[in-house]
């Protein structure tokens, strides 16, 4: 009887990740909002817990895993939400060069960004045939002069 309970629980959790894959993939929903995040976090938590029942460890700490970035995922679209509706207050960590008393009009700073290099360029030489040629003549040579040596 455990092993249909976790085959539902871990069933339940793989359709819930994968709608959660679905639901971004058709532009339903956005990769950085509360229901795919939580999507994840069930989906994770679910299947976790079904491969739990079965004792298979790697796949209860990949869920895990997988439920901690969803929870994460949720926390960041809270605050985000929250900061957005201007009900959000700086915690004390926020509060570093806080000074609640404006005394001349905020500015913003825009950031530049630059393009991202993935591959940095860079020309390469290649032999012409006589230096090949004259490479694989001193080779010998020297392998000619290690022989006679030996």
């Keep these: 009887m455990d092993d249909i309970y976790g085959s ?6 793989t359709a819930g990740t994968l709608s959660a894959y679905v639901l971004i993939w058709r532009g339903w929903v956005s ?6 995040a939580a999507l994840n976090t069930i989906g994770g938590i679910l299947a976790g817990a079904g491969a739990f029942a079965f004792g ?17 995922g949720l926390i960041t679209a809270t605050q985000r939400d929250r900061r957005e509706s201007g009900s959000w207050q700086p915690s004390i960590e926020d509060q570093t060069d806080f000074d609640p008393v404006l005394t001349e009009e905020p ?8 393009p991202l290099r993935l591959v940095q360029t860079q020309s390469i030489q290649l032999p012409t ?4 040629r004259e490479h694989a003549a001193q080779r010998e040579a020297s392998q000619d002069a290690y022989v006679r040596s030996a």
């Design 107 to 114: 500015s913003v700073t825009l950031l530049e960004t630059q």
């Design 8 to 13: 539902i629980l871990g069933w339940l959790g």
């Design 56 to 72: 298979a460890w790697p796949a209860v700490a990949s869920n895990v895993v997988w439920a901690v970035i969803g929870i994460h």
């Design 129 to 132: 045939p006589e230096q090949v």
């Design 31 to 36: 990769p950085t909002g509360k229901r795919y």
